[in-house]
């Protein structure tokens, strides 16, 4: 079994729709937890960062982290064209050494005009 | 400031042979991490480097993969000699500071072994 587990999609929704992205894990050590965003042949990109449980918001993103369930989502407001990318999870604990991170496969995401 | 820079961009290589990746990290970051996606796989951590030294290697694959940071700076990962499983795009990625979950990526280099 994958420590992260990100459904690789396509997820394909209209321009201005929520997209809704999730990850679970299996690893109740992990306390740290970003999303990134790859678009092609790019490298990935730090959206979003959270610590322990809770919300985040900056601007049109919010993540969530619910530890209880071993459950991580990011939702983008307002898609965009831009948006189109590839989304990965990534995750790293306390126990294991600083900046090594557990990467989900990454989620396709297309928003289509 | 510029971004974190790997050279080269893609590499054609047939098995048995030698290939060097370069990274070069945002100036100043101390940290510096190489990881590595294999076709339809998620991105897997390799190893990271505190300046110099080697802080963790454990997810290097065999010792046919050789990295060195020599000075602090610039980072090669050497893999000799090249098997096909080792085709993928490898990532560099750096931080500027030890406890941080802050790191930036550079494109990766794209390696296929014929």
């Known amino acids: 079994q994958k420590e992260v587990e990100q459904d690789p999609g396509p997820l394909s929704v209209p321009e201005g729709a929520i997209v809704s992205l999730n990850c679970t894990y299996s690893?109740?050590?992990?306390?740290?937890f970003m999303w990134y965003r790859q678009y092609s042949r790019k490298g990935p990109e730090l959206l979003m960062y959270t610590y322990s449980s809770g919300n985040k918001e900056d601007g049109r993103f919010t993540a969530q982290v619910d530890k209880s369930s071993k459950y991580i989502s990011l939702f983008i407001r307002d898609s965009q064209p831009s948006d189109s990318a590839t989304y990965l999870c990534?995750?790293?604990?306390?126990?294991?050494?600083?900046?090594?991170?557990?990467f989900g496969a990454g989620t396709q995401v297309v928003v289509t005009p | 400031e510029a971004g974190v820079t790997q050279f080269p961009s893609h590499s054609v290589i047939e098995k048995g042979q030698t290939v060097t990746l370069r990274c070069d990290p945002i100036?100043?970051?101390?940290?510096l991490y190489w990881y590595r996606r294999v076709m339809g796989k998620e991105i897997k951590f390799l190893l990271h480097f505190v300046k110099e030294s080697k802080q963790d290697e454990s997810g290097m694959p065999n010792n046919r993969f050789l990295a060195e940071r020599t000075g602090g700076t610039y980072s090669t990962l050497k893999v000799q000699p090249a098997e096909l499983e080792d085709s993928g795009v490898y990532f560099c990625?750096?931080?500027?500071?030890?406890?941080?979950?802050?790191?930036?990526f550079g494109p990766g280099t794209r390696l296929t072994v014929l």
């Open positions: 990625a750096s931080s500027p500071r030890l406890a941080s979950n802050e790191q930036f």
């Open positions: 690893n109740s050590a992990f306390q740290y």
């Open positions: 990534a995750m790293s604990s306390s126990t294991d050494s600083w900046g090594k991170f557990q």
């Open positions: 100036s100043g970051h101390d940290n």
